[in-house]
């Protein structure tokens, strides 16, 4: 739901973007530059506004906890810790990194890592380094080190599909995919 909602935000906001002249360089602001426009412009448009944005706002809490979850479930089954613990001490981390990312728009816009305000050194890092790497470590974790009965098992939905595909899926798991993961990562790390 949230890629649908994404997609949809995209084809209302980008027409704007261009209707009103702006760069769609702009970034992750764009829809707080846009949209006040946009509602500004049709009658009750405040009103729009506000649901929009509480809207928008959350959305984006529930993909937190979502994220959130991943992490809080290692913690405490791994480390052993209370999940009450658990889930305030990531959150406030989380809190704290966010803030950081946020307030490189305005506060912290002249603190910079490698040329970069803290938000877009984070965006670079994680699009450009950690997705990546997550997805060559998934492919490699699956193809070489899973047992291939498991993975079938998973591929078939345990036995309620059809595996008539899975030989090609575990070639490309195996062989196609690592490769082309590994040549995208090193095309965005040495641009």
């Known amino acids: 739901s949230d890629t649908l909602f994404a997609m949809l935000a995209g084809l209302a906001i980008m027409p704007a973007v261009f209707a009103f002249g ?3 360089q702009e970034g992750p602001g764009l ?6 426009r946009i509602f500004a412009q049709i009658p009750l448009g405040n009103y729009f506004a506000v649901m929009f944005f509480v809207i928008l706002l959350i959305a984006a809490v ?10 809080t479930a290692y913690v405490t089954e791994r480390l052993k810790v209370k999940r ?7 959150a406030l981390l989380v809190t704290v990194c966010a803030s950081f990312s946020s307030l490189s728009q305005g506060v912290l816009s002249d603190v910079k ?7 877009d050194f984070f965006d670079y890092l994680s699009a450009n380094i950690l997705l990546p790497l997550g997805g060559l470590f998934i492919v490699l974790f ?3 080190y899973m047992k291939k009965a498991l993975v079938y098992d998973e591929f078939t939905n345990q036995g309620t599909l059809k595996g008539t595909l ?6 490309i798991i195996r062989y196609v995919a690592p490769v082309a993961i590994a040549i995208v990562f090193l095309d965005l790390i040495l641009r």
């Open 22 to 24: 702006i760069s769609p």
């Open 31 to 36: 829809v707080f530059i846009v949209l006040p």
């Open 62 to 71: 529930t993909s937190v906890i979502s994220l959130l979850e991943v992490v």
């Open 84 to 90: 009450k613990y658990a889930v305030g001490v990531i």
């Open 113 to 119: 890592i490698f040329g970069k305000t803290i938000f």
């Open 142 to 144: 699956v193809g070489w």
């Open 166 to 171: 899975f030989r090609a899926y575990y070639f």
